[in-house]
């Protein structure tokens, strides 16, 4: 379905592909003029919904980089089929988190990968208090290559 949807809207230079992202579903590579879809993420949504991710990253390819999701993007993409807002939530996604954040106030944050460096609560942040995280290895996050 992809590698059809992307060549009938941006031509025979452009290709499709899955990718191994764990935190977005969909994305568009100018550069190498490519679409791809997370494999892991897409399996939690139904045919239309993988349908309408790949809409609104040929949207992006066919506007440009510098559009973003604005009001150019947005005719675009609604002129292709895409019925759906900026982004799709798939709360599945952090099920598969193999890190699991806490802060003292009790906030959690679920991540694929931490950094080295000390990392503190958004939530926390943004009531001007610097809380840092504690890092739990949950042992998740190998669903394959």
């Known amino acids: 379905m992809g590698a059809a949807l992307v060549a009938r809207h941006l031509g025979s230079t452009w290709s499709f592909g899955l990718d191994h992202a764990r935190t977005r579903l969909g994305c568009c590579h100018y550069s190498s003029k490519k679409i791809t879809c997370s494999r892991y993420l897409v399996a ?21 980089a510098r559009a973003g999701h604005g009001k150019k993007w947005a005719e675009k993409a609604a002129s292709l089929g895409y019925t759906g807002g900026r982004t799709i939530a798939v709360p599945e996604a952090r099920l598969s988190a193999r890190w699991r954040g806490t802060c003292s ?14 990392s503190y609560c958004g939530l926390c942040a943004k009531a001007g208090v610097r809380h840092p995280i504690t890092w739990q290895d949950r042992g998740l996050g190998l669903l394959g290559p």
């Not at 309408?52 to 992006?60: D, G, T, Y």
């Not at 906030?107 to 460096?117: A, D, K, M, N, P």
Request: a negative charge; hydrophobic letters at 40%.
């Open 105 to 118: 106030a009790g906030h959690e944050v679920f991540r694929h990968r931490i950094s080295s460096r000390r």
């Open 44 to 64: 939690y949504l139904a045919p239309d919904e993988v349908e309408q991710v790949i809409l609104h990253e040929i949207a992006h390819g066919l506007v440009g």
